[in-house]
């Protein structure tokens, strides 16, 4: 055997996930109302799969782009990736360390200033407070926040949460980084900047996950891209100039494509 080939590992392996939700009639009653329906079997609950057999992997420095319309499943497979859910059936294995930009304002503390959220959330990422001091003002810096840095965070805009969310997760250096629709936030100078800095994060080899509606972003970035359709998986592969053309033929015709 040569010595010379070697098996490359995934970071990322995604092994026919499948995640299911129940959804019922009694989620919004009270509990006595709750208990009696139960007592009595009074109520309906079904089962809602949001996705159904996914299967991908990525090595180090790919970028993957997942795309399809709303409800098509890409919300929750990021949140299995990101160890948020555990997928009902399937696997999911990630080897490095993850930052995930899912919902910008999470992990934040409305009352705590954008200073003190900034070392939260590092905190919340597994960073130390001395690489966080090491940091913190290149983060700041970056996501232009200068002079409100002791302004509550709940008195920032949402283009100026985005921003410092996006900042502390790009620029501690993470093994794999999810974003969802967070490169469409803000004005276009800042979207200019967020795209460069994913550019250089991929070239420094950490693998990166985007879901956009941009199919600019798409094309210009990702070297590797992920269809989903109402849960199902369309197409997975490498040409991604290919399958986006394919994709915006399926908005505009609203016909699925065969043997893609």
Known sequence: MDNSIKEKNPIITVDDVSIRYIVGD??????????????????????????????????????LGIIGTNGAGKSTLL???????????????????????LELASGFDGDLTVKENTYLRGAMLGYTKAFMNDTYR????????????????????????????????????????????????????????SEAKMKSIIRGGATTILVSHSM?????MCNKILWLDRGRQ???????????????????????????
């Open 138 to 193: 290149s983060i700041i810096e970056f996501a232009e926040l200068e002079g409100f840095e002791d302004r509550p965070f709940k008195q920032l805009s949402s283009g100026m949460k985005s921003r410092l969310a996006f900042s502390i997760a790009s620029l501690v250096n993470p093994d794999i980084l999810i974003l969802d629709e967070v490169l469409s936030v803000g004005d276009g100078a800042f979207r200019e900047k």
């Open 79 to 101: 949140k299995a990736i990101s160890g948020i859910m555990v997928p009902t059936e399937g696997r999911v294995e990630c080897n490095g360390r993850i930052a995930a930009l």
């Open 234 to 260: 369309i197409a997975f592969g490498t040409d991604v100039g290919r399958l986006v053309d394919a994709y915006e033929k399926f908005l505009e015709d609203k016909v699925l494509p065969e043997g893609i």
């Open 26 to 63: 009694f989620r919004e009653i009270g509990i006595k109302e709750y208990i009696m329906r139960r007592l009595t079997r009074n109520y309906k609950v079904r089962e809602f799969w949001a996705d159904r057999h996914i299967s991908f992997t990525l090595d180090r420095g790919d970028m």
């Open 216 to 220: 600019g972003q798409v094309r210009s």
